[in-house]
């Protein structure tokens, strides 16, 4: 089975306001520090990973893209050396618009990134504004242009939409621009006030407008139309792909749809490095520290901290070995967010032992009742049923799956 890698990043320049993520600005002089401990922590899952083949790779964060090219390369070499990479991976990089630079493009190009993700959020200034962003839509569209003359062919931009104050106007000429700058892929979520972030502390006190749901949702639907009608497939709640082979009869998911998260999707094994990193390995969830001192200081001794067996590493500060329900429950979560794909009676039953209607009955059946959920043939099995978000309940997404929590 391919396994995934995921590597934090938690550096920025600036810590967004709405932004609850584990990352720390002004921290840039640890970044060598960091590095080292990242290969360290590669090394040492890699010596007791066995035969685990590779097949795609996410620097994620905070803002990789402020690492140079030479300690991208150093990571990409560690990851090779402890782990087999097949040919075909897809490694890719987060990066803010505003980050980056020819020379830096070309040369992580070179050292075999082959996919970024720019984090847009939005195509209007005061927006960006309010979202603290460091570039405006014009860094947008030179970066963009920046990474295709540097060989770069797919593209991930990310929005953002239900912002307060944001008009539904202002949302149809984000994604209007957006889709004139020709991605191969293209998230849109919902901006969530987390606890702990001054969006949210602002929100709590009414310095901050709320935003309207019901026109966040408008802003939703208009995306789901216009991303259609402009060729791309809506293959997960919050993500559009283009397809260059339209959707063989044996496949639901379009050509440039986002490999490594449809590991998580699919509920498959991926491994974390990092500060924060969460990892799902060998029957285990885990998690690292959090702090980057502290996550540099276990790398920096190891012996210090018990052995644990794989894929867990002296980082990891949170364990669970997960139980068939646990596994069952997450995977319900996981797969009903791809809304072509599904849950198939036949994976499900394939992978647990277990048909759905044998372990979910009650929960699918009010569900089907109450229009939040569809029920297909499988392209792939006639025999097989395949269970599905309908249109409504891509907007009741939670109330769906906290059933089967």
């Known amino acids: 089975m391919n396994t995934s890698i995921y590597l934090h990043i938690p550096f920025c320049k600036h810590r ?48 990789p893209s402020l690492l140079s090219a030479l300690q991208f390369d150093s990571i990409l070499k560690a990851l090779y050396s402890a782990f087999t990479v097949t040919a075909d991976a897809e490694i890719s990089i987060e ?33 960006l504004r309010m979202l603290e962003r460091i570039h405006d839509f014009f860094t947008v569209i030179e970066a963009v242009s920046t990474a295709r003359k540097a060989g770069f062919d797919n593209l991930n931009l990310d929005l953002i939409y239900g912002l307060p104050e944001q008009t539904l106007a202002s949302w149809q000429t984000t994604l209007h621009r957006i889709v004139d700058l020709h991605p191969e892929h293209i998230s849109a979520y919902a901006l969530t006030l987390e606890h702990g972030t001054p969006f949210g502390r602002w929100s709590s006190k009414g310095l901050l407008p709320l935003p309207d749901p019901d026109l966040a949702a ?16 809506h293959y997960e709640i919050s993500n559009w792909a283009k397809d260059i082979n339209q959707l063989s009869a044996n496949s639901t998911q379009p050509s440039y749809a986002c490999r490594h998260n449809l590991q998580y999707w699919h509920s498959l094994p991926y491994l974390a490095f990092g500060a924060g990193a969460h990892g799902y390995a060998n029957g285990y969830r885990y998690s690292n520290a959090l702090r980057i001192k ?23 500060v949170n364990q669970h070995k997960q139980t068939l329900q646990d596994d069952m429950s997450e995977y319900m979560l996981n797969n009903l967010r791809l809304t072509n794909a599904g849950v198939a009676d036949s994976d499900f039953r394939l992978r ?54």
Do not use: W
């Open 16 to 63: 967004c306001a709405y932004c609850d993520f584990n990352t720390y600005a002004g921290q840039e002089d640890s970044i060598p520090a960091y590095v080292n401990a990242l290969i360290r922590e590669i090394e040492f899952v890699g010596h007791r990973a066995g035969q685990t083949n590779i097949h795609t790779v996410f620097f994620g964060g905070g803002t």
């Open 95 to 127: 990066a803010n618009p505003g980050t980056i630079s020819p020379e830096k493009l070309n040369a992580i190009r070179k050292s075999g990134i082959n996919r970024i993700s720019f984090g847009v959020q939005s195509a209007n200034t005061e927006e």
């Open 218 to 233: 408008e802003m939703y639907e208009y995306a789901e139309e216009f991303l259609e009608s402009n060729g791309y497939v």
């Open 294 to 316: 502290t996550y540099i200081e276990r790398l920096l001794h190891p012996s210090s901290f018990t052995p644990h067996p794989f894929p867990l590493s002296p980082a990891t």
């Open 352 to 405: 647990f032992g277990s048909g759905l209607l044998d372990v979910y009955p009650r929960e699918i059946d009010e569900l089907v009742k109450n229009g939040l959920l569809e029920i297909k043939t499988s392209e792939v099995l006639e025999t097989s049923e395949v269970y599905r978000l309908t249109k409504r309940g891509r907007l009741l997404g939670n109330q769906v799956f906290m059933r089967f929590v």
